[in-house]
């Protein structure tokens, strides 16, 4: 099995040309619908439980029955009258003979010649029974998993490049996506892991590992302590790396050449959201501590010094002035440290700190802001 079985919403394969961050999709080149359609049969439900219930160019759905229970307590209730004036109405939901798991992919070409795929899972209580069928929910699960592995199989994505599955309530590798950190540390399919950072992997649900560690943020590290099947154990490193698109496996599986070769890793960099680390994180603190407005007050927003030439002094600020609102919230409501914390974000930011200031007997509005590029 490639891949377990992952549930979605409804979403789209977008154009790799669209932001990988921005979105959680794919469009694949040089491969028709038929070709697709094996490698989502082969990743989406690999161990075969679900039914094929239709299959062509355009679209393929499959289904699985699963037990009521999973739905009953999505069903709308409706009111059922009491005959009785003393005893109120009662409320019952609407039973569920039985319900299934459905799976529907449409397949259309892009403007560009690829192949975009459509993508939807739900819920679907008394399938098939006139006038009782009704979809009770979108499983949005582990669409976001899912979606990052086909990225990083075809286009060359971000992921630390395993493929999971459960198995007696432990966690094991399914695959490993060649060119990522996991496998440049040596883990191969059938390892079995036994802790992510600090915290013993079995506890850990798949779908969660995907979100918090494998697919988030480009550049995130995590370690695993691993155990092969012959009980060797060891300990591996690994990141979010750049993984480059499966070419050769890409051809072994569908038999075609000239794959396109995806995303380079400065694309890849360019289009994720980076991860940050507690240090950077530090540091970027620390220099929100160094004045954008070039004011200084104290705790009772009393204005004790104005950095010559400084956005501040520009609006008009002077030394002696006491600070009454902030953008229409007063200082005493907002307290010292937020209202040092607003003018400094929205200064660096390049919007307008608007500063109603007591200067005497009088009332004085400013208007605080960074000068437009160029200009000082």
């Known amino acids: 099995m490639l891949m377990k079985k992952f549930l979605v919403c409804t979403a789209v394969f977008l154009s790799v040309a669209a932001p990988a961050a921005a979105s959680e999709s794919i469009t694949v080149y040089g491969f028709d619908a038929a070709q697709l359609q094996t490698f989502i049969l082969a990743t ?11 299959r062509n160019d355009a679209t393929m759905a499959m289904a699985k029955e699963i037990p009521a229970s999973r739905v009953e307590h999505l069903m709308p209730e409706y ?20 319900a299934e798991e459905r799976a529907t992919f449409n397949f259309r070409p892009s403007r560009d010649g690829g192949l975009t795929v459509r993508m939807r899972a739900d819920l679907v209580a008394n399938p098939g029974m006139w006038r009782r069928e009704r979809t009770v929910s979108r499983d949005c699960g582990d669409f976001h998993a899912y979606v990052r592995y086909a990225q990083a199989f075809f286009t060359g994505g971000w992921g630390s490049g395993l493929d999971l599955e459960a198995r007696n309530g432990r966690m094991y590798v ?27 992997a079995d506890s850990v649900a798949l779908d969660y590992f995907g979100r918090k ?60 959201r980076r991860w940050v ?46 600070i009454v609102e902030i953008n229409l919230v007063t200082f005493g409501d907002m307290g010292a440290a937020k209202a040092r914390e607003t003018i400094e974000k929205r200064v660096a930011g390049g919007l307008t700190a608007i500063l109603d200031l007591k200067r005497g007997g009088s009332t004085v509005t400013v208007r605080v802001k960074k000068p437009a590029s160029g200009k000082k």
């Not at 989406?44 to 239709?54: F, H, K, P, R, T």
């Not at 059922?80 to 003979?97: A, T």
């Not at 620390?286 to 609006?315: I, K, N, Y």
Request: hydrophobic share 35%.
């Open 79 to 98: 009111r059922v009258p009491s005959r009785d004036p003393l005893v109120p109405d009662r409320w019952e939901r609407e039973p569920v003979d039985f």
């Open 213 to 272: 560690y494998q697919w988030s943020d480009y550049g995130k590290p995590f370690t695993v302590e691993m155990e092969r099947p012959n009980g060797e154990r060891y300990h591996a490193e690994l990141s979010n790396d750049y993984i480059p698109a499966q070419t050769a496996r890409l051809e072994r599986l569908f038999g075609v050449s000239d794959v396109w070769p995806g995303w380079t890793r400065e694309e890849v960099e360019a289009s994720t």
């Open 277 to 322: 680390s507690p240090e950077e994180k530090k540091a970027r603190e620390a220099a929100l501590a160094v004045s954008s407005s070039g004011m200084e007050f104290d705790d009772a927003g009393r204005v004790m010094s104005v950095a010559s030439g400084s956005p501040a002094e520009t609006a008009g600020v002077k030394p002696g002035d006491e």
């Open 44 to 54: 989406y439900d690999g161990a075969g439980q679900m039914d094929v219930i239709e």
């Open 174 to 200: 399914a695959d490993v996506l060649e060119g990522s950190s996991a496998w440049d540390a040596g883990i191969r399919a059938g390892d079995r892991i036994r802790i992510i950072n600090k915290t013993p």
